[in-house]
């Protein structure tokens, strides 16, 4: 079996930042890529952004580039960190963990069979 957990969610202003951590324990021998994803109410489930195994490829969404970025732990084995700088309201959701198999950024949803119980993000004023 393998646990994911989310943690570093909160209430945050417009313009503001926030990281958010991902780490992936128990069977995780063949644990390589890990992504981030979000869901707003009423909306489904979205990609966010991912990252390789090696950590040195990376895909996001359009609506993120340029203000998210995600890396993987230095220290720590399937960690990952997604750093979200100038956050606006239309990035309020609940925010998701994803971790796979595999050597590449994924960022189609039902590949990932791992998920946290993901970490809630409200940007308002």
């Known amino acids: 079996q393998v646990q994911v957990a989310e943690t570093g969610g909160g209430l945050v202003q417009p313009g503001d930042s926030l990281r958010l951590s991902c780490s992936a324990s128990?069977?995780?021998?063949?644990?390589?890529?890990m992504g981030w994803f979000r869901q707003s109410p009423g909306k489904e489930r979205e990609f966010v952004a991912a990252?390789?195994?090696?950590?040195?490829?990376?895909?996001y969404a359009d609506s993120v580039k340029g203000r998210f970025t995600i890396f993987r732990d230095n220290v720590a084995q399937n960690s990952v960190h997604l750093q979200m700088n100038r956050l606006k309201p239309e990035d309020t959701a609940v925010y998701y963990c994803?971790?796979?198999?595999?050597?590449?950024?994924?960022?189609?949803?039902?590949?990932?069979?791992?998920w946290g119980r993901g970490t809630q993000v409200t940007v308002s004023s």
């Open positions: 994803g971790a796979k198999a595999s050597t590449w950024a994924e960022s189609v949803i039902r590949s990932y069979p791992y």
């Open positions: 128990g069977r995780t021998r063949n644990i390589y890529s």
């Open positions: 990252i390789s195994r090696s950590g040195n490829s990376t895909d």
